[in-house]
């Protein structure tokens, strides 16, 4: 008998609107990630949005920074 792993939940719909919100590209994010010394590629950022990146807990926190949102944001309308 197989059994399917459930898929974890993931916040990146809710980043990328973010981004979205802030009139950025995913390279303007990136840039801005490497410049507070977070090392991320751009398709390594795009991978979050998607949600085939498990996001560090740095990275969360430079973004709700970068896009001056409080972390409730990343969460918002997500299903347990």
């Known amino acids: ?3 399917k792993l459930k898929q974890d939940i993931h916040i990146g719909h809710n980043i990328r ?3 979205k919100q802030a ?8 840039a801005h990630l490497q410049l507070r010394g977070i090392e991320i590629s751009r398709s390594s ?9 498990n996001i560090r807990i740095s990275e969360l926190v430079a973004l ?6 409080d972390y409730n ?4 309308n997500i299903e347990i």
């Open 1 to 3: 008998m197989s059994q």
């Open 23 to 30: 009139h950025l590209t995913q390279e303007q994010v990136t």
């Open 17 to 19: 609107k973010l981004r």
């Open 45 to 53: 950022y795009s991978q979050i949005e998607c949600g085939t990146y």
């Open 73 to 76: 944001a990343f969460f918002e």
């Open 64 to 69: 709700a920074e970068l896009f001056q949102v």
